[in-house]
Each structure stands twice: as C-alpha cells, then as structure tokens.
C-alpha cells in the first residue's frame, strides 16, 4: 500500500463509507467554515466539501495537499492551532494509534463537532497496522470517555467481516446534542444537483 502515490485511494475511493462520510459531512457541516483532517494517508477527499473555506489535512507521514487544502506533517499532540475548527475528521485512524484514549481526547479538543469511523468488530490480528481490533461502540466509548452524539454502522456490500465501520459523530460541548431528521432534511446539494 503506498499513501504517497495514490494507489491506496485509488483502491478505496468507490466504497460506501467513504460515500456515507460525504452525506455525513453535507449533513452536520453544511454551514461550516472550517475543518481538518487527522490521517489522511494523501486521500483526496476533502476537496469534496468545497464550500468550506479552510480545509487542513494533517498526517504522520503524507498528509493531503493541494491549491485548497494545507497539508500539514506532524503529530496532533506535538501541533498547535490558533482555535477550533468547526469540524474534526478521522477516519479509519485510531485502530492503528497505540494510545487511542489521549488520541480520542485531542480529538474532541480539535473540533466543535468531531466525526470519526472505525472498523467495526474485524477480527483481531488479521489487518496489518490494526493495534485494536475488535472495535466497537464500547471500546469507542472508553477512549472518548462517553458515548457519541450519533452513530452508525455502514457495511460494504458482499464484503463478509471486514467490511463494517462504526461512524461516531461527537459535540463536545453537548453530549445530549441530538442529530436527527432535519440535519438530512437541510442538507448541503452536492454539486451541479
């Protein structure tokens, strides 16, 4: 798998998490200014939410970049950010992270809403660089340290048990902070619709 010349993407770009992240995000950020993205392995689909003036991918290793998005190199704990943004994004990261708990915690330090995705319930030991599996909504609780706001659970078509992921969506500052009906009822056209 090689991040930097785009074969991971281009081997992951048509499935159906990544379309439920976009619907998820026109859903909950359709009024957003900012967001950023924690590991985003040179994928390029934060150009999708171009109404969102500032958009930063930030990774370990290739972060994602282009003439609308920063791309920043480093390590969320060691980087400082001027303020919040309005949306925090990982997804598929935090399986492959040693300390997820303190990682989850940046997370919601990061954002004033925070989406993130998870493989759900894969069977341990049978993905390289996949340090927790199983995951499920309880081992995501414990590192976020309370349940999510909403979550969710996508499965790709004929795609046996490795093809779940668990969406969580968080508001920090209100955990009782409901997401229902008219957040996809008000939700952001996709382009040229």
Known sequence: MSYADGRYWAGRSDLLYYQYFRMIIRCVGKDAGSMID?????????????????????????????ATVDGIKGDIHKLAFPEKFDICTCMQVMEHVPEAGPFAQRLLELGKL???????KWPAGKTNGHIHDPVDLEKLTTWFGRKPNYS??????FAGSKGRRLFAIYDPADPEKKFGSSYFSQRRPLPNA
């Open 38 to 66: 924690i590991g985003s392995g040179n994928a390029p689909y934060l150009e999708w939410f171009d109404w969102i003036a500032k958009r930063v991918s930030v990774d370990i290793r290739t972060p994602y970049r282009s």
């Open 114 to 120: 925070v989406v993130v995705s998870v493989p759900y």
């Open 152 to 157: 969710q659970i996508v499965k790709e078509p």
